[in-house]
């Protein structure tokens, strides 16, 4: 069983940044991705950044060149800096981690952080 808590939402000005954090806690074996989606009322779920063990990484179309994901394997932490945002942005960013067990994998999901842009 594997726990994640985001931080580091908040509320900003369009072109400004945020840097998300989530770290993993609990029984873990071994995290093999971790990522962010996001979800804003209204609308479907979006794939945002995902980054394996090894380091590849990759991004939805949206933030490709704003946002730059990054993890820390010892800490099992993943962040994701977000520069020049726009108010499209706005969501709820839930971060995840797939992990292996017993030859395995199981999905987690964090309880989401709030990330609000407006003029």
């Known amino acids: 069983q594997v726990q994640l808590v985001e931080s580091g939402g908040g509320l900003v000005q369009p072109g400004g940044s945020l840097r998300l954090s989530c770290a993993a806690s609990?029984?873990?074996?071994?995290?093999?991705?971790m990522g962010w989606y996001r979800q804003a009322p209204g609308k479907q779920r979006e794939q945002v950044a995902g980054?394996?063990?090894?380091?590849?990484?990759n991004y939805a179309d949206s933030v490709k060149g704003r946002f730059t994901i990054s993890r820390d394997n010892a800490k099992n932490t993943v962040y994701l800096q977000m520069n020049s945002l726009k108010i499209e942005d706005t969501a709820v960013y839930y971060c995840?981690?797939?992990?292996?067990?017993?030859?395995?994998?199981?999905?987690?999901w964090g309880q989401g952080t709030q990330v609000t842009v407006f003029s």
């Open positions: 609990g029984r873990i074996f071994s995290i093999l991705t």
């Open positions: 995840y981690a797939n992990e292996l067990r017993g030859g395995i994998t199981y999905g987690n």
């Open positions: 980054i394996t063990s090894g380091g590849a990484t």
